[in-house]
């Protein structure tokens, strides 16, 4: 951060949320050589990316569509890959059963009593019907 | 009948006689033509149940929708493959146009006999040619796993089907249905009778697919070509719904201890499955998700066995056939100009084919079950007869409208709206075939909205 000019006029200081633009922060100005080499070679390489990404934009007899290896390969783990990496352990069984079994043994027991309790209104007498269908 | 189920027998040696130039045009003629027959079933019955009946066969209202469905669907089907197959030779396209052919007969066959070991037969027959469309021209390794699957689970499930339609034979003597309908019910609740009905429901429990047993159909409905995906998800589906719903009609009283389970897995199967929706990175799979929720509700109305239910789920049926169909086929214009199923591929699909984004906006209108639409009469149906079965049911269906109307949205949105991408560099204009198979879709949905008694079954 810059220091005021004097303490009476109005001080810069960066928005609170917002990050630091690299051309304002000081310490910038002090890259030891070995970070200058590595964001240069990280230059290099996305460098490379964009020049092949052009290549394949502008050539002539190219297909249709540029192929995303990492959209690829993220759609490759999404769907086809997620069985050859399980491994039976004990937090995923109890989560299987707790998501594939409970579940229905739950809505198995709320509605066999939801019914079994109208069954038995019914069959005392009890229970008033809603609408009327036989007049 | 016969008037239609000749011609397309005769289809048969007509793909192989006729010149290879005219081999499209002249399937197509011919199926629409069959297709433009068939609607004669419409006509309601005077006096009795069951009408253009012979020894074997009868159309009655359940059968009546579905059969006109299959018929209809079959020139979409050869419409629809058209560009896939453009490359092989002309052999094997008669090869495909002949499987399409005879799943087609099969599935007249099981939608119309009278006799229920017939409508096995035929309810295994239809596997045979889906198992050829699906290995044979399907586009990844994958599909050889999907139709083991697909096979496999339906066969585990018939076997008991056979075995108690057989003892049924044994104990009454036959197995028609008019015949059936004079037999006095058993009125057992034994572990015998329960077992005997859970040997009858599974087959179709699976073909439909209950979610425990779901497994096959996002396999086979993403590996199978466009014809696959179309006849899967529109009518073989429909097989289970009605098998369900003939025997259910026709050997009353279902057990009640069976029909909790299958209950709670088809509602939680409707919640389940549209969250997978969600989460879905495949459109295929999504779509193949969403028929899942569908027929989770389906399967429910059934099992509750009383009028409004049986209405509803016909009524639902046919228009998620017709909705899944077209939505199978807008995936495939995708996938026909990406060669990726991916969703998140092609965005903003709708600044380059406006047209086809009118069909993407009805196909995912009639998916939401927005009104007035079929699908809504018939999800609104199943609703209420679920809620007279149990109050309780009304969490889970409402819940599962929510989540269908958002993963619809949400595939909608993806595909038709947000960024361009601007890795795509040339995509072929859209065909006007393309654009008469999506018009032909919404075309039986839109008409049905203004006299949806044809497809309300035999209790409207």
């Known amino acids: 951060m810059v220091e005021p000019s004097s303490s009476s006029t109005f001080s810069y200081r960066g928005a609170p949320l917002a990050s630091l633009p690299r051309e304002l922060d000081p310490a910038e100005y002090n890259e030891s050589p070995e970070k200058r080499q590595a964001q240069a070679e990280r230059l290099a390489v996305r460098a490379r990316l964009k020049r092949q990404y052009q290549l394949q934009l502008n050539n002539p007899h190219s297909s249709e569509l540029i192929e995303d290896p990492a959209m690829l390969r993220w759609t490759y783990a999404r769907t086809y890959n997620i069985y050859p990496n399980f491994r039976p352990t004990p937090k995923t069984s109890l989560l299987g059963a707790l998501s594939g079994l409970v579940p229905i043994f739950f809505w198995w027991y709320v509605f066999k009593a939801d019914r079994d309790r109208k069954e038995k209104l019914i069959q005392e007498g009890k229970y008033k019907r809603p609408f009327v269908l036989n007049s | ?460």
């Open chain 2, 1 to 460: 009948m016969l008037k239609i189920l000749l011609p397309t027998i005769m289809l048969l040696p007509t793909i192989t006689l006729c010149k290879p130039k005219q081999l499209w045009p002249t399937t197509l003629i011919n199926s629409f033509g069959v297709a433009l027959l068939s609607l004669q079933w419409f006509n309601p019955p005077q006096e009795l149940t069951m009408t253009f009946s012979n020894y074997y066969l009868s159309i009655d209202q359940i059968s009546a929708p579905l059969l006109i469905l299959s018929c209809w669907l079959t020139p979409l089907m050869i419409l629809a493959s058209q560009n896939h197959l453009i490359m092989e030779p002309i052999s094997r396209k008669q090869t495909f146009i002949f499987t399409i052919i005879l799943l087609q007969i099969s599935l007249m066959l099981a939608f119309s006999t009278t006799e229920l070991i017939m409508f096995f037969i035929m309810f295994e027959a239809t596997l045979i040619p889906t198992l050829v469309i699906i290995t044979r021209w399907g586009n990844q390794m994958e599909r050889l796993n999907a139709g083991t699957y697909f096979l496999f689970y339906t066969l585990i499930g018939s076997l008991p089907l056979l075995i108690a339609l057989l003892s049924l034979q044994n104990q009454i003597g036959t197995l028609s249905i008019c015949m059936m309908q004079l037999n006095q019910p058993t009125m057992l609740s034994t572990w015998t009778h329960t077992t005997w009905w859970f040997a009858l429901l599974i087959a179709f429990m699976i073909k439909m697919p209950l979610y425990g047993l779901h497994l096959w159909l996002p396999k086979a409905h993403v590996e199978a070509p466009i014809a696959g995906s179309m006849i899967l998800a529109a009518v073989l589906l429909k097989l289970g719904g009605y098998g369900i719903i003939r025997i259910t009609l026709t050997l009353n009283p279902l057990s009640k201890t069976l029909s909790y389970p299958f209950m709670v897995l088809a509602l939680w199967g409707v919640i389940m499955t549209g969250s997978i929706c969600l989460r879905q990175t495949d459109l295929k799979s999504l779509i193949a998700y969403s028929s899942v929720s569908h027929m989770g509700l389906v399967i429910a109305a059934t099992l509750t066995q009383t009028q409004w239910a049986h209405t509803g789920a016909i009524t639902l049926m046919i228009a998620h056939g017709l909705t899944s169909s077209m939505l199978f086929c807008l995936a495939n214009t995708n996938y026909e100009r990406t060669h990726s199923r991916t969703l998140l591929l092609a965005r903003n699909m709708q600044l380059l084919f406006p047209l086809m984004g009118l069909w993407w906006l009805l196909a995912s209108l009639t998916n939401m079950a927005l009104p007035p639409t079929i699908n809504l009469m018939g999800e609104l149906t199943i609703i209420t007869s679920l809620f007279n079965w149990s109050n309780i049911t009304i969490l889970m269906t409402g819940l599962g409208t929510l989540i269908t109307a958002t993963y619809t949205l949400y595939m909608l949105s993806t595909t038709q709206w947000g960024e361009m991408p601007s890795y795509i560099k040339m995509i072929p204009p859209t065909h006007t075939r393309e654009h008469l198979l999506m018009m032909l879709h919404i075309l039986p949905t839109t008409l049905l909205m203004m006299k949806p008694e044809l497809i309300w079954g035999t209790f409207y």
